[in-house]
């Protein structure tokens, strides 16, 4: 079975950066897109940002030209840049990656999706 691992949150106050990163725990599985997730308390989970094995990338509009993604294929893993930080990007961030059929659209597709344990960012004012 893979897992995935997240690093990297924390405390940060507005204005500041900081990075995630997530790894599968075999880096010989082929994934097919893989992304992070948010949620914050009282809402439902969102996607933040998703790549896909070819690069081709997605935002959530509230992250755009703030959150960067990348993904190094050959170890499975996949980083979250995070700059210009808001308080509402509070919340506990999620990593997921598409284990289903070869796939190239940078979506996380629920039946064959698998998640990391989160972790939380907290943005201070």
């Known amino acids: 079975q893979v897992h995935l691992v997240e690093s990297g949150g924390g405390l940060v106050p507005a204005g500041g950066s900081l990075t995630l990163s997530c790894a599968a725990s075999?880096?010989?599985?082929?994934?097919?897109?893989m992304g992070w997730y948010r949620q914050a308390p009282g809402k439902q989970r969102e996607l933040v940002a998703a790549?896909?094995?070819?690069?081709?990338?997605d935002y959530a509009d509230s992250v755009r030209d703030r959150f960067t993604i990348s993904r190094d294929n050959a170890k499975n893993s996949v980083s979250l840049q995070m700059s210009s930080l808001r308080p509402e990007d509070t919340a506990v961030y999620y990593c997921?990656?598409?284990?289903?059929?070869?796939?190239?659209?940078?979506?996380?597709?629920?039946?064959?999706?698998?998640w990391g344990q989160g972790t939380q960012v907290t943005v201070s004012s």
């Open positions: 790549i896909t094995s070819g690069g081709v990338t």
């Open positions: 075999r880096s010989s599985l082929s994934l097919n897109a």
């Open positions: 997921a990656a598409d284990t289903g059929e070869p796939w190239t659209l940078a979506v996380i597709r629920p039946w064959s999706a698998i």
